[in-house]
Nanobody, 122 residues
Framework: QVQLVESGGGLVQAGGSLRLSCAAS????????MGWFRQAPGKEREFVAG????????YYADSVKGRFTISRDNAKNTVYLQMNSLKPEDTAVYYC???????????????WGQGTQVTVSS
């Protein structure tokens, strides 16, 4: 099992930017696909962005495409989510997750962080 810890959340005005980080520890991190998910109050957890272990393939939810960028640094055991042009509807708790394959299904990811709150004010 890999342990994941997110950081970088906070309060930002609409149109602003935040960069989330997810630090991994435990077993080998570099072989995992990584994903970012989010959950707003009263809503189900939804996929945001994913990246294959090599970093060569990234994919996004339509709602964030063109605004968010996922990346990873395997040497630092860290995955990032750069969020630009933030909107109030991006407000949620953001979670990173690790799993064996690059999918959008939360059930395919085996390890989860505790989440970091992102709040976008209008």
């Amino acid at each position: 099992q890999v342990q994941l810890v997110e950081s970088g959340g906070g309060l930002v005005q609409a149109g602003g930017s935040l960069r989330l980080s997810c630090a991994a520890s435990g077993r080998t991190f570099s072989s995992d696909a990584m994903g970012w998910f989010r959950q707003a109050p009263g809503k189900e957890r939804e996929f945001v962005a994913g990246i294959r272990w090599s970093g060569s393939y990234t994919y996004y939810a339509d709602s964030v495409k063109g605004r968010f960028t996922i990346s990873r640094d395997n040497a630092k055991n860290t995955v990032y989510l750069q969020m630009n042009s933030l909107k109030p509807e991006d407000t949620a708790v953001y979670y990173c997750a690790a799993g064996p394959i690059a999918t959008i299904r939360a059930s395919d990811f085996r390890s989860w962080g505790q989440g970091t709150q992102v709040t976008v004010s209008s």
